[in-house]
C-alpha cells in the first residue's frame, strides 16, 4: 500500500479545486473568487491619499485582507470572456462612487504602461480603455480614449445582479463576503476591524466592476504594432496572453492623481506611478496575470511543479500496487 496516495490525491484535489475550479463570478461574489493581485508592495497603506479624500484611499495589506483583486469569467472563445475588479477603500465621501479607478496594464510585460482600463463613476460613466501616455515609466499619464466600452450600469444590492450590471459599490460587510480577518497581524493598524481595516472610524468600501474582455481584445489587436512583438503576436491577443496591472485612483478623468495602489502616496515621489518612495521605478506592477487560467506567471509555475509532483507521485503508488 501506498502512503502517500491518500496525501497525493487530497493536496491534489485542493490545488484543482484551489485554482481551476469552475466559478461563476458576478459582482458580488465572495472575494475569496477573486485572485488578490500583488503590487511588490504594500497594498496599499492607509491615509496616504494626500488631499485626495477618504473615499479614494485604496487600503489593505492587514489582517490579510487586500487592496485590489482581479478575476476573470471565460466566455464562449478565448476572446470574450469578463474581467473583473475589487478595490478596497478606507471609507466613502458619500453612497456613490463619483471619480475615477484607473487599472494599469502592461501588456508587452515590459515594465511600461501599455493601456488603462478606467471606472469613470461620473461624466462619461463609463468603463473604457484609455492609451497610456507618457514616453518613460515615471510619466505614464493617461492619453486618449481607445475604446469608449460599456456604460457604467450600477447594481443596487437588491436580488441578484442582471447581465447588464457592471458595478457595485458597497459598505464592506454588506452584500460581499469578505475573506477571513486576521485579528493577530502584527501589522495591524491601532483600531482596525473587519470592516474597518485602516481604523479610521469609517467603514470600508469596495467599488467591484467589470467589462467585457472583447473591448480589450479590440484595442489589443488594433495598436499590435506598437507593442513588443517579442512578446507575442499581439494580433493575436485573447485570454491566454498575461499582462501586468497597476491600480490607482483620480477626482478626473484625465489625470493620474489620487492614490496609487502598491506606494506609498505621501511619499515626495511617490504621487506617481511605478515610483517608489525612494525614487527606484517599477513600484506598485503585478506580475503578469493569465485571465485563462486566474493565475499570476509565478503562482502558475509553481502550481505545475506541485501538480506535475503529485501526478509522478500518484503514478508511482499506482505502479506499485500492481
Ligand atoms: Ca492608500
Ligand atoms: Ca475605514
Ligand atoms: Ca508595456
Ligand atoms: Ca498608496
Known amino acids: 500500500?501506498?502512503?502517500?496516495?491518500?496525501?497525493?490525491?487530497?493536496?491534489?484535489?485542493?490545488?484543482?479545486?484551489?485554482?481551476?475550479?469552475?466559478?461563476?463570478?458576478?459582482?458580488?461574489?465572495?472575494?475569496?473568487?477573486?485572485?488578490?493581485?500583488?503590487?511588490?508592495g504594500p497594498s496599499d497603506p492607509a491615509q496616504d491619499e494626500g488631499s485626495e479624500g477618504k473615499g479614494l484611499d485604496i487600503v489593505g495589506g492587514y489582517g490579510g485582507l487586500m487592496g485590489f483583486y482581479a478575476a476573470y469569467e471565460s466566455g464562449t472563445t478565448s476572446t470574450t470572456g469578463e474581467l473583473f475588479f475589487r478595490v478596497r477603500f478606507g471609507g466613502s465621501k458619500k453612497s456613490t462612487f463619483d471619480s475615477f479607478v484607473n487599472v494599469g496594464l502592461d501588456l508587452d510585460t515590459d515594465g511600461t504602461l501599455d493601456y488603462f482600463i478606467q471606472y469613470a463613476g461620473k461624466n462619461p460613466n463609463r468603463i473604457q480603455i484609455l492609451d497610456?501616455?507618457?514616453?518613460?515609466?515615471?510619466?505614464?499619464?493617461?492619453?486618449?480614449?481607445?475604446?469608449?466600452?460599456?456604460?457604467?450600469?450600477?447594481?443596487?444590492?437588491?436580488?441578484?445582479?442582471?447581465?447588464?450590471?457592471?458595478?457595485?459599490?458597497?459598505?464592506?460587510?454588506?452584500?460581499?463576503?469578505?475573506?477571513?480577518?486576521?485579528?493577530?497581524?502584527?501589522?495591524?493598524?491601532?483600531?482596525?476591524?473587519?470592516?474597518?481595516?485602516?481604523?479610521?472610524?469609517?467603514?470600508?468600501?469596495?467599488?467591484?466592476?467589470?467589462?467585457?474582455?472583447?473591448?480589450?481584445?479590440?484595442?489589443?489587436?488594433?495598436?499590435?504594432?506598437?507593442?513588443?512583438?517579442?512578446?507575442?503576436?499581439?494580433?493575436?491577443?485573447?485570454?491566454?496572453?498575461?499582462?501586468?496591472?497597476?491600480?490607482?485612483?483620480?477626482?478626473?478623468?484625465?489625470?493620474?492623481?489620487?492614490?496609487?495602489?502598491?506606494?506609498?502616496?505621501?511619499?515626495?515621489?511617490?504621487?506617481?506611478?511605478?515610483?517608489?518612495?525612494?525614487g527606484s521605478q517599477g513600484g506598485g506592477l503585478s506580475t503578469p496575470y493569465k485571465p485563462d487560467e486566474a493565475v499570476f506567471i509565478p503562482e502558475s509555475s509553481n502550481y505545475a511543479l506541485i501538480f506535475g509532483l503529485f501526478t509522478l507521485g500518484f503514478k508511482a503508488c499506482r505502479r506499485r500496487r500492481r
Not at 507618457?134 to 466600452?149: E, H, M, Q, R
Request: glycine fraction near 10%; proline fraction near 4%; include cysteine.
Open 132 to 278: 497610456a501616455g507618457g514616453t518613460s515609466p515615471n510619466t505614464a499619464s493617461i492619453g486618449s480614449v481607445l475604446s469608449t466600452g460599456e456604460s457604467v450600469s450600477l447594481w443596487n444590492g437588491n436580488g441578484s445582479p442582471s447581465a447588464s450590471n457592471n458595478a457595485f459599490y458597497t459598505p464592506v460587510g454588506t452584500g460581499i463576503t469578505d475573506v477571513t480577518f486576521n485579528a493577530s497581524d502584527p501589522n495591524l493598524l491601532s483600531g482596525a476591524t473587519a470592516t474597518d481595516i485602516d481604523g479610521n472610524g469609517d467603514n470600508d468600501y469596495f467599488l467591484t466592476f467589470s467589462i467585457d474582455f472583447s473591448y480589450l481584445v479590440s484595442v489589443v489587436r488594433d495598436d499590435a504594432a506598437n507593442l513588443d512583438a517579442s512578446a507575442g503576436d499581439f494580433t493575436l491577443f485573447d485570454d491566454s496572453f498575461a499582462f501586468g496591472m497597476l491600480v490607482a485612483t483620480s477626482q478626473n478623468k484625465n489625470n493620474v492623481n489620487g492614490d496609487f495602489a502598491g506606494i506609498d502616496g505621501t511619499a515626495t515621489t511617490g504621487d506617481e506611478p511605478f515610483v517608489n518612495p525612494d
Open 1 to 40: 500500500m501506498c502512503k502517500f496516495r491518500s496525501l497525493f490525491i487530497i493536496v491534489g484535489a485542493l490545488i484543482v479545486w484551489g485554482t481551476a475550479h469552475a466559478v461563476v463570478l458576478s459582482l458580488n461574489s465572495p472575494t475569496l473568487d477573486f485572485n488578490a493581485v500583488s503590487l511588490g
